[in-house]
């Protein structure tokens, strides 16, 4: 599998770039950069198919709309977060750039155990709502690997929960089904180095 973790924007978000041995993946969390980010798919010969959002907040998808005008790559975020894409409170766009308006859709709403593919790479949906009410996980056990957005970072850390939509409490019980997880999944989260699941639970 083709895996490269790129930081980007003013919050060094970090999108990721997946793809199966075909060279066709998708991209996570493509927070800002486009042109970037199609270069390094372009010089990596990667066809970008899908675009896969965590959540639904700013930094994770300033960049989608020009990824899709030059890949027609279709958008995936969970069904509890997609009123993000349209509202500059939930994707806390208001609070930052106020005169900046997104005009972004999905294409396909996603939910708990829901198989998504890079590729021909399956990855499971697993719902860590805590930071929004939407935030998502990848897993892929073929590969171990596992794309956490803000519910998980290294260290034990996570992603705040004194946002709109935002909830303590909910976002603990997700930690605490993430440190029920045996495998040893490689995690790679939304800001911040990746690590191994242990080192962070």
């Known amino acids: 599998m083709f895996l490269k973790r790129i930081p980007v924007g003013k919050l060094m978000t970090n999108c990721y770039l997946i793809a199966d041995d075909e060279n066709h993946g998708v991209?996570?969390?493509?927070?800002?950069?486009?042109?970037?980010?199609?270069?390094?798919?372009?010089?990596?010969?990667?066809?970008?198919?899908?675009?896969?959002?965590?959540?639904g907040h700013y930094d994770h998808l300033l960049a989608i709309s020009e990824i899709?005008?030059?890949?027609?790559?279709?958008?995936?975020?969970?069904?509890?977060?997609?009123?993000?894409?349209?509202?500059?409170?939930?994707?806390?766009?208001?609070?930052?750039?106020?005169?900046?308006?997104?005009?972004i859709h999905a294409d396909k709403l996603l939910h708990e155990g829901d198989v998504v593919y890079a590729g021909t790479i399956p990855f499971t949906v697993w719902e860590t709502p805590g930071h929004t009410p939407g935030s998502i996980c990848f897993a892929c056990e073929k590969?171990?690997?596992?794309?956490s957005g803000d519910t998980l970072f290294a260290n034990g850390g996570y992603g705040r929960t004194d946002l709109t939509d935002g909830d303590e409490a909910t976002m603990q019980a997700s930690l605490k089904r993430l440190s029920m997880v045996e495998q040893?999944?490689?995690?790679?989260?939304?800001?911040?180095?990746?690590?191994?699941?242990?080192?962070?639970l």
């Open 27 to 55: 991209i996570i969390d493509p927070g800002d950069q486009a042109e970037r980010l199609l270069e390094i798919a372009r010089e990596n010969k990667i066809v970008i198919q899908a675009i896969w959002l965590t959540h």
């Open 184 to 200: 040893p999944f490689h995690v790679y989260p939304g800001h911040g180095e990746d690590f191994l699941m242990g080192e962070s």
């Open 143 to 147: 590969e171990m690997v596992l794309f």
């Open 68 to 103: 899709q005008a030059n890949t027609h790559a279709e958008l995936y975020i969970s069904a509890k977060d997609e009123p993000a894409l349209q509202d500059s409170t939930k994707n806390l766009l208001a609070f930052v750039y106020p005169d900046l308006l997104l005009d």
